[in-house]
């Protein structure tokens, strides 16, 4: 799980990458939603690092 959620932070971290481009599909339900969870921190980590300020639940 945590390789999972490294693994999306990493993407998200990045301007290109989108939640989509998930590579762990729905059978594996509680790895896909770490995965996700990493991607959104790593949105978060990019917003900050771009001076967007903190992003709320709608954005």
Same mark, same amino acid.
């Given at each position: 799980?945590?390789?999972?959620?490294?693994? &999306?932070? /990493?993407? &998200?971290?990045? +301007?290109? @990458?989108?939640?989509?481009?998930?590579?762990? =599909?729905?059978? !594996?339900?509680?790895? +896909?939603? /770490? $995965?996700?969870? &990493?991607? /959104? %921190? @790593? +949105?978060?980590?990019?917003? %900050?690092?771009? =001076? $967007? &300020? !903190?992003? /709320?639940?709608?954005?």
């Amino acid at each position: 799980m945590n390789d999972a959620f490294a693994a &999306g932070q /990493s993407l &998200g971290a990045l +301007r290109k @990458g989108t939640a989509i481009d998930c590579p762990i =599909d729905h059978s !594996e339900i509680m790895l +896909r939603l /770490s $995965w996700m969870d &990493g991607f /959104s %921190k @790593g +949105r978060c980590i990019l917003a %900050k690092a771009a =001076d $967007w &300020g !903190e992003l /709320s639940i709608w954005q």
